[in-house]
């Protein structure tokens, strides 16, 4: 789970909350979804984060599926001019898309601290015994 210095903390709480994932405490976060070099209160290092295109793809998946239904159902009742789905569409992708860019991201780093994911490796049969 974690250290054992530090309790174990939700992934769940620091992640959402854009905190360290060891002490709750340290920003995870440089800017909007740069993420820092190190804790500035534990010294944590977050180099083992790589949340890839993790965030972005769930985002997809579950936000932008009802934009595309949104604009699809506005043109096929309505026939709706281009200008309508730039006024109604557009906002709504935009709302949907980019809030949960963030915490998304926050809780997939705390997520491989918390569980201790790292990259996959092959294992020879000698390595083994």
């Not at 309790?7 to 709750?24: D, E, I, K, N, Y």
């Not at 977050?46 to 793809?57: H, Q």
Request: net charge neutral; with cysteine; charged share 20%.
């Amino acid at each position: 789970m974690s250290d054992p210095n530090w309790p174990a903390l939700s992934p769940f709480h620091t992640g959402v909350r854009g905190r360290c994932p060891r002490c709750g405490e340290g920003h995870l976060f440089d800017g909007f979804l740069k993420l820092r070099p190190n804790c500035e209160v534990c010294g944590l290092d977050y180099s083992f984060a790589d949340p890839a295109d993790g965030p972005a793809f769930f985002v997809m998946m579950f936000a932008c599926v009802p934009v595309v239904i949104l604009a699809l159902w506005l043109e096929v009742k309505y026939q709706a001019p281009l200008w309508v789905h730039l006024v109604t569409t557009l906002p709504f992708g935009l709302a949907t898309c980019i809030p949960p860019l963030r915490p998304l991201k926050g809780w997939l780093v705390a997520s491989q601290f918390y569980f201790k994911a790292e990259e996959g490796r092959l294992v020879r049969k000698d390595e083994l015994s």
